[in-house]
């Protein structure tokens, strides 16, 4: 929950290039809201003006703004941060108004809209306003399309939203150093008919992608696939926000991705349909069922969906090492190494030595080993039941039968109705059936013997 304590106001005169903005005949630039904190922003309805269904933004919040003569003005700061990635570490990143991800923009199809840009990096850079259609000199490419925005400065980009959608904002200068650091966000244009597409939740979340090294604090720029932090808006679970829905209300859920590689983003419980793509909305005619969709790198998918069935479903990315935390990729498999005999030997020579991942890793979910100071744990996150075993790109959908509208709050764990619950079994067992009888242990190679036939 969120307060208005969190928003520092940011007085025009303490920024910085006034020479820049004149043309624009701004007298005074708008609000430069800014926020810490990692909660999630309940949904906010505008002020005034055309009414629509607002975004939630994962463990983020939206952008104020202010009209004026028939523009809608806002104010992004592009700066270093420093975001929670989930309790127990933090990282200084690069973003827009004290957060990584930058704050979601929200408006209208048909808005004339006037975004300042001020650069308080200690380098330049631009702003890019992906799937946007806007007149060339506003694209944001920097030595293409405009200069890049020095240090200190402060530039405008002005056009009209034509069309409705999702889209994304992101720097287009130095982009491999400023995208790594965190440097992107929302850019949500609802359309001007509030029932063209209507749902009763709206959500939005970046993926996005760090290498940070355990102890450390700033992300390695340079690495091209090998990260360790697989995030949703910069946070890693147990840090990601819970979806939360009453039953049979209809969702969407809009996820952008700016990582280095695709995800395949699947949702247990329902299935869904993409409806929405960063290029417009999805022909119903064009649509099918999915319970997983791929995001591809510099795409944005519009999920929707009516949730239907009531509990704590599952929501990840399907890349299984993409649901852990920093993790030593470099371990060895031990599954199936009998360890006897040899750690007495190896424990005289290296005294902390100990055997892991002999049965499988599902130890390392309940492990409580000292870690490095500002680092997550691998697998981390408890449930009702236990261990989840997942970190990184892992939350939940909670659906429950009684839940307020506007109600965001995580509603706590399901309450199973009595005997819908998988249980042990503790009766007779039939033998099963088997491919093979080889036993597991046997050094020869297993080989699997059609049935029925005389074999070869
Ligand atoms: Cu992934």
């Known amino acids: 929950m969120t307060n208005r304590r969190d928003f520092l106001q940011c007085a025009a005169a303490g920024l910085l290039g006034a020479a820049t903005v004149s043309r624009a005949g701004a007298a005074g630039l708008p609000e430069a809201a800014t926020r810490s904190s990692a909660d999630m922003q309940p949904p906010q309805h505008p002020q005034s003006g055309r009414p629509y269904q607002p975004v939630a933004t994962l463990n983020g919040w939206t952008l104020p703004w202010r009209m004026k003569n ?30 990584s991800p930058g704050p979601t923009i929200e408006c209208v199809e048909g808005d004339k809209v006037r975004i300042f840009v001020t650069n308080k990096l200690p380098e330049h850079t631009t702003v890019h306003w992906h799937g946007i259609l806007l007149p060339n000199g506003m694209d944001g490419v920097g030595g293409l399309n405009q200069p890049q925005i020095k240090p200190g400065k402060t530039f405008v980009y002005e056009f009209e939203m034509t069309k409705s959608g999702t889209f994304m904002y992101h720097p287009h200068a130095d982009e491999m150093t400023q995208m790594a650091m ?165 424990q005289k020579l290296v005294p902390d030595y100990m055997v892991m991942g002999d049965r499988g890793m599902a130890d390392m979910g309940e492990m409580e080993m000292p870690l490095p100071d500002n680092t997550l744990p691998m697998m981390t996150g408890m449930g009702q039941f236990g261990p989840i075993e997942m970190g990184g790109m892992f939350t939940t959908f909670k659906v429950r039968d009684k839940l307020q509208p506007g109600d965001y709050k995580d509603p706590g764990p399901y309450q199973y109705p009595k005997g819908t619950v998988a249980y042990e079994w503790t009766g007779e067992l039939a033998e099963p059936t088997r491919a093979s009888t080889a036993k597991a242990d046997d050094k020869t190679v297993t080989v699997i013997k059609p049935s029925g036939h005389g074999g070869h």
């Not at 523009?71 to 004290?98: Q, S």
């Not at 939005?204 to 700033?218: K, M, Q």
């Not at 510099?298 to 969906?305: H, K, S, T």
């Open 70 to 99: 028939g523009w809608k003005e806002f104010h992004l700061v592009a700066e270093p941060v420093v975001r929670e990635i989930a309790p127990g570490m933090k990282a200084r990143l690069w973003g827009y108004n004290g957060q």
């Open 182 to 346: 965190g440097m992107m966000g929302f850019l949500v244009v609802h359309p001007k008919n509030p029932d063209f597409m209507r749902v009763d939740r709206d959500y939005v979340f970046l993926i996005n992608a760090y290498d940070i090294d355990p102890g450390s604090y700033t992300p390695k720029i340079n690495t091209m696939t090998d990260f360790n932090l697989w995030t949703w808006n910069s946070r890693a679970f147990p840090g990601i926000d819970s979806l939360v829905a009453r039953t049979n209300e209809r969702v969407r859920i809009r996820i952008g991705n700016l990582t280095m590689t695709n995800h395949p983003i699947h949702l247990h419980g329902v299935n869904f349909e993409v409806t929405c793509t960063d290029g417009g909305w999805v022909p119903r005619s064009a649509r099918w069922p999915e319970v997983t969709t791929d995001v591809a790198v510099g795409q944005m998918r519009a999920i929707e969906f009516v949730a239907n069935r009531p509990g704590d479903w599952a929501f990840h990315c399907h890349k299984s090492h993409h649901t852990m935390n920093a993790m030593g990729h470099d371990v060895p498999t031990m599954i199936g190494v009998d360890h006897r005999g040899i750690v007495d030997k190896i």
